[in-house]
Nanobody, 131 residues
Framework: DVQLQASGGGLVQAGGSLRLSCAVSGFSFDDYVLGWFRQAPGKEQEGISC????????YYADSVKGRFTISSDNAKKMVHLQMDSLKPDDTAVYYC????????????????????????RGQGTLVTVSS
């Protein structure tokens, strides 16, 4: 079965940067759709970004647009989330997620609407931004 493992979280000062990574296993196709959610204490999960590795199509929530960049490494089946200009409001547990099926050729898409239907969720990684 598909497994997602997020890594790269940590403690950073406001204005700093972090790079999160999501490794995919149990998936043998070349192209995929993957995304990121986050959940801050006391708040609902927020879908913040996704990417279609076959077309390069990306989506960003308004809260991170212009500061975060998602990218895919198809050879390694990994997705990265470069987070710059971090703010204390970015403090959250970050999860990578994927639709079922993951393959764009089977209908997987990257969009705000599709992101909230992603069924696969990996273990989260904690990002803490100090003021």
């Amino acid at each position: 079965d598909v497994q997602l493992q997020a890594s790269g979280g940590g403690l950073v000062q406001a204005g700093g940067s972090l790079r999160l990574s999501c490794a995919v296993s149990g998936f043998s196709f070349d192209d995929y759709v993957l995304g990121w959610f986050r959940q801050a204490p006391g708040k609902e999960q927020e879908g913040i970004s996704c990417i279609d590795s076959s077309t390069g199509t990306t989506y960003y929530a308004d809260s991170v647009k212009g500061r975060f960049t998602i990218s895919s490494d198809n050879a390694k089946k990994m997705v990265h989330l470069q987070m710059d200009s971090l703010k204390p409001d970015d403090t959250a547990v970050y999860y990578c997620a994927a639709p079922r099926p993951m393959e764009p050729s089977w209908g997987a898409t990257c969009s705000r609407t599709a992101l909230y239907d992603f069924e696969y969720r990996g273990q989260g990684t904690l990002v803490t931004v100090s003021s």
